[in-house]
């Protein structure tokens, strides 16, 4: 089945600087890459997401880059505030035979104000 | 548009009681999907619903859980008999497609003591 790797499972940055998230998925026929974000206590919500037909996409500070060689995507923060401060999951598609989102372990981010 | 709605939010049982979850997907999404997070850990699968039908129940943990979907509306899952590992906190989720955004509802925290 799909396998789903996240990194790192923590991240301190000072308010203002970015911050990298990055996800390595096995299956080479994913096409779909969502990432929630997870404030405590609150549900994961959908931050942006990304298909195989495109390598970027940009939301005001959000960004995933997919490099579909690599099996690989990444969620770029930048100009962090406080309120960026969550559990960040990255999710990969369904794979061959199951429909239902495989997620990674999970980041958990600090801003420093 | 109501999201997706989850009932209890909180339930605290003893070991060996029953306890059953409610959730209520967005109005005209096929696609269920229960999941699970444990102590801060990734949010790990437990089944999918398509419609009224069990799609994918492969990440069910045992026996002592039940999900429904009569009508292919709301579902339940039912824990009988609660044990200590079974806490933690179930999300229901559900999409249009299974291949598109999945919203997750908010939650429910079970703590069996």
């Known amino acids: 089945g799909e396998n789903v790797e996240q990194h790192p499972s923590t991240l301190s940055v000072q308010e203002g600087d970015s911050a990298v998230i990055k996800c390595t998925y096995s299956d080479s026929a994913s096409n779909y890459f969502p990432w929630y974000k997870q404030e405590l206590g609150k549900r994961p919500q959908l931050i942006i997401d990304i298909r195989s037909n495109v390598g970027e996409k940009k939301d005001q500070r959000i960004a995933v880059t997919l490099n579909k060689t690599a099996k690989h995507f990444s969620l770029h923060i930048t100009e962090t505030q406080p309120e960026d401060s969550a559990v960040y999951f990255c999710a990969a598609p369904p794979d061959t035979g199951r429909r239902a989102l495989t997620f990674g372990s999970g980041t958990r981010l600090q801003v420093q104000p | 548009e109501a999201g997706v709605t989850q009932f209890p939010s909180h339930s605290v049982i003893e070991k060996g009681q029953t306890v059953t979850l409610r959730c209520d997907p967005i109005s005209g999404h096929d696609n269920l999907y229960w999941y699970r997070r444990v102590m801060g850990k990734e949010i790990k699968f437990l089944l999918h619903?398509?419609?009224?039908?069990?799609?994918?129940e492969s990440g069910m943990p045992n026996n002592r859980f039940l999900a429904e979907r009569t009508g292919g509306t709301y579902s339940t899952l039912k824990v009988q008999p609660a044990e200590l590992e079974d806490s933690g906190v179930y999300f229901c989720a559900s999409s249009q497609d299974s291949r598109v955004r999945a919203f997750f509802g908010q939650g429910t925290r079970l703590t069996v003591v």
């Open positions: 619903f398509v419609k009224e039908s069990k799609q994918d």
